[in-house]
């Protein structure tokens, strides 16, 4: 249907808000190599995004497709799993998490904008507004980036700040393909993109929860016991949370699950060989609606074997590192800067600080460089004989 408005360069938008009208839109759509793509949802008291809006665009206009009156949603998810499409989006990883979590979708070839930007030496998080900018001199608007995009009917501003979102994307991603092969780096780049994809699913394996406990800020600091129950409580919070469908904050905030994995380490909230909630909640700090609310839960998780524990890997921790290793660290820095100038790309490709951390700490504990699955690839090719003799010496 079309929606009687047109962007700033009179592209026309379309309007698809039925199944039948979005089946159409895939039929015609079948040929196409290559569709930009964006999505607009919402995020503000729930853990899944809620999705608003999917925007579609191929070279002959716009089209906002409204999943809120759809019946059948499969069709969408058909759609972005085509092998016949390539993909075209602008910082894609919480648009792939999206399409993952709400139409089980993950695509099967994405081009993101973003960071063929950081391989152009344009930056490492560019806006899309100035790429847009920098790259085509156009000014894009961002009036609607805090808009409400579930409520009904949507205003001819969100629907043209919509359809804007992709109005450009084909044409950067022609410009700046040719600019990655022109620079012999295209194969790093659609390296990258293909990694995306792998990672989209991982934070809903349930498997990958139990290390949660290593992203919460000195938990370091905990002894192997502290960590054992910080492990269990952060797998509960990771359920909870997707039951509940909850910010994670609102179950429980990673401060309080370190008070209360502290105290059950050191026995203060202990009873026997209890939890003792009388005792938890007499701890400096905790948040008491957590255990009002969670409490008896909460005791029959810590002394069951319902989340079983795994091995503690301190490794994973962000603990301080030594002198000598600090200085191993800023010495691959300024090594991964040089390579960065040299190949005119952003050096948080090459490698951003938490892998050389993660190198430096194995070296320290272990006395060998273990390259990890993180640096794989072209990544690992520049970096290992530029390292290897920084992190042994």
Not at 146 to 162: M, V
Not at 200 to 220: C, G
Request: proline fraction near 4%; charge should be negative; charged fraction near 20%.
């Amino acid at each position: 249907m079309h929606s009687g408005l047109s962007t700033a360069d009179g592209s026309a938008i379309e309007l698809i808000d039925s199944s039948a009208a979005f089946a159409a839109l895939d039929s015609e759509l079948a040929a196409c190599k290559h569709i930009a793509l964006d999505t607009e949802f919402m995020r503000t008291n729930t853990f899944y995004p809620l999705l608003g809006l999917l925007q579609i665009a191929d070279h002959r206009g716009c089209y906002l497709v409204d999943p809120l009156p759809m019946q059948d949603s499969r069709l969408l998810g058909e759609f972005l799993r085509s092998p016949n499409h390539t993909l075209v989006l602008h910082s894609c990883s919480e648009d792939l998490n999206l399409m993952y979590t709400a139409l089980d979708a993950v695509p099967a070839a994405v081009f993101d904008t973003q960071l063929a930007a950081a391989f152009l030496g344009l930056g490492f998080s560019l806006s899309y507004q100035a790429l847009v900018h920098d790259i085509l001199g156009i000014d894009i608007p961002k009036d609607e980036t805090r808009s409400d995009w579930l409520q009904r009917p949507l205003t001819d501003t969100q629907k043209i700040y919509a359809a804007t979102d992709v109005l450009h994307l084909l044409e950067l991603r022609d410009l700046m393909e040719a600019q990655l092969k022109a620079k012999g780096i295209f194969s790093w780049f659609e390296e990258e993109c293909r990694d995306l994809l792998v990672v989209a699913p991982q934070s809903e394996l349930a498997d990958n929860w139990q290390f949660s406990y290593a992203n919460i800020n000195n938990a370091w600091r905990l002894h192997d016991l502290g960590l054992q129950h910080l492990q269990k409580l952060c797998v509960w919070r990771e359920q909870e949370a997707r039951r509940r469908n909850k910010p994670r904050s609102w179950i429980a905030k990673d401060a309080d699950l370190m008070l209360i994995a502290a105290g059950l380490a050191n026995g203060v909230a202990v009873n026997g060989t209890a939890p003792d909630l009388a005792a938890l909640s007499a701890l400096e700090g905790v948040d008491k609606h957590i255990l009002n609310r969670y409490g008896s839960e909460l005791g029959k998780l810590l002394t069951s074997a319902s989340i079983p524990t795994m091995t503690i890997d301190r490794e994973l921790l962000n603990n301080p590192l030594s002198v000598h290793s600090r200085n191993k660290l800023k010495a691959c820095q300024r090594i991964v800067q040089e390579l960065a100038q040299d190949l005119t790309i952003a050096p948080e490709l090459i490698g951003r600080k938490k892998i050389i951390v993660e190198l430096v700490k194995e070296y320290a504990q272990e006395g060998a460089v273990e390259w990890p699955a993180t640096i794989s690839g072209w990544r690992r090719a520049l970096l290992e004989p530029a390292l290897t003799p920084i992190l042994t010496s």
